[in-house]
Nanobody
Framework: VQLQACGGGLVQAGGSLRLSCAAS????????MGWFRQAPGKEREFVAAINWSGSNTYYEDSVRGRFTISRDNAKNTVYLQMNSLKPEDTAVYYC????????????????WGQGTQVTVSS
């Protein structure tokens, strides 16, 4: 599975961005898909995840209510809509896929995209 993330950029605080992650190589329709982020000098952290059908979503506390994860299995793509962005959201954002394990643990994800930079200015 190859994952290609895009949609990052520079935005002012309070603004919005929509990240996309397209999968290729095989379908990820039966995978949990997640978004993680890593700020300079910090460990990679969980942001959001969605189960295979889209019926269950999970969020890190600081983004709940501001970010929305969704997926389109027909397009083999997962999205992260980010609203009310804050400077502390600045990081490289990665999409990932897992067939087993937890939805929030970095080490449980089997496949990773290359990351897309999100920078929020104050």
């Amino acid at each position: 599975v190859q994952l290609q993330a895009c949609g990052g950029g520079l935005v002012q605080a309070g603004g919005s961005l929509r990240l996309s992650c397209a999968a290729s190589g095989r379908t990820v329709n039966d995978y949990v898909m997640g978004w993680f982020r890593q700020a300079p000098g910090k460990e990679r952290e969980f942001v959001a995840a969605i189960n295979w059908s889209g019926s269950n979503t999970y969020y890190e506390d600081s983004v709940r209510g501001r970010f929305t994860i969704s997926r389109d299995n027909a397009k083999n793509t997962v999205y992260l809509q980010m609203n009310s962005l804050k400077p502390e959201d600045t990081a490289v954002y990665y999409c990932a896929a897992t067939g087993v394990g937890s939805y929030y643990r970095v080490n449980d994800y089997n496949y990773w995209g290359q990351g897309t930079q999100v920078t929020v200015s104050s």
